[in-house]
């Protein structure tokens, strides 16, 4: 089992950077998957970028070459550098973890068991 902590989440404006973190509390294992998922109100949940026991990782189309997903295996610890932020980033990120490895981490929202409880994001004009 592994319980997941979400930090790093602010308000900036547009063209700004964040960094969230995910500190994991039990082992992830070896083989896994991990990802960065984000709510707007109103709106479904997303996959935003994942990684693998391996280091692969995925984007969204959306996030591809601003978003950089990264796992620091001592600190047992996930990141997200957010850069070059715009509104449209605003929303609550989660991140989420599942023991099922995948060669490519996916980025749909039932392949993952672990949640964290979110951190919010808003990106002004």
């Known amino acids: 089992q592994v319980q997941l902590v979400e930090s790093g989440g602010g308000s900036v404006q547009a063209g700004g950077s964040l960094r969230l973190s995910c500190a994991a509390f039990g082992s992830t294992g070896n083989y896994y998957n991990m990802a960065w998922f984000r709510q707007a109100s109103g709106k479904e949940r997303e996959g935003v970028a994942g990684v693998n026991g391996v280091g692969t990782t995925d984007y969204a189309d959306s996030v591809k070459g601003r978003f950089t997903i990264s796992k620091d295996n001592a600190k047992n610890t996930l990141y997200l550098q957010m850069n070059n932020l715009r509104p449209e980033d605003s929303a609550m990120y989660y991140c989420?973890?599942?023991?099922?490895?995948?060669?490519?981490?996916?980025?749909?929202?039932?392949?993952?068991?672990?949640w964290g409880q979110g951190t919010q994001v808003t990106v002004s004009s």
């Open positions: 989420a973890h599942s023991y099922n490895y995948r060669r490519f981490p996916p980025l749909a929202a039932y392949e993952y068991k672990y």
